[in-house]
Nanobody
Framework: QVQLVESGGGLVQPGGSLRLSCAAS????????MGWYRQAPGKPRELVAH???????NLADSVKDRFTISRDNAKNTLTLQMDRLKPEDTAVYYC???????????????WGQGTQVTVSL
């Protein structure tokens, strides 16, 4: 069983920054890949960024020039630094653990409660 706890969301004005954190625990094995998803009201869950155990990041085109993903393997923590936020970034953000299959990230079916990010004046 894996537990994921996200934190760091909030209300921010356009152009502002937020730093999301995720603490992963409960597994007897080290986590392979980790990632962040987001879900806006009325829209499907969207993969925003993922990172390999070795620290190789991959970000969606919509955020790659504004967001940074990083991880601390010793602490099993995942971070998403979000800069130059836009109203369309408004969503609930979820942390995930998963694996790569032929270079494609697949999240395991473990989800935390998410953290709300709202970008508005």
């Amino acid at each position: 069983q894996v537990q994921l706890v996200e934190s760091g969301g909030g209300l921010v004005q356009p152009g502002g920054s937020l730093r999301l954190s995720c603490a992963a625990s409960g597994s007897a094995f080290s986590f392979d890949a980790m990632g962040w998803y987001r879900q806006a009201p009325g829209k499907p869950r969207e993969l925003v960024a993922h990172i390999s155990r070795g620290g190789i990041p991959n970000l969606a085109d919509s955020v790659k020039d504004r967001f940074t993903i990083s991880r601390d393997n010793a602490k099993n923590t995942l971070t998403l630094q979000m800069d130059r936020l836009k109203p369309e970034d408004t969503a609930v953000y979820y942390c995930s653990v998963g694996k790569y299959n032929r270079g494609v990230y697949h999240a395991d079916n473990y989800w935390g409660q998410g953290t709300q990010v709202t970008v508005s004046l």
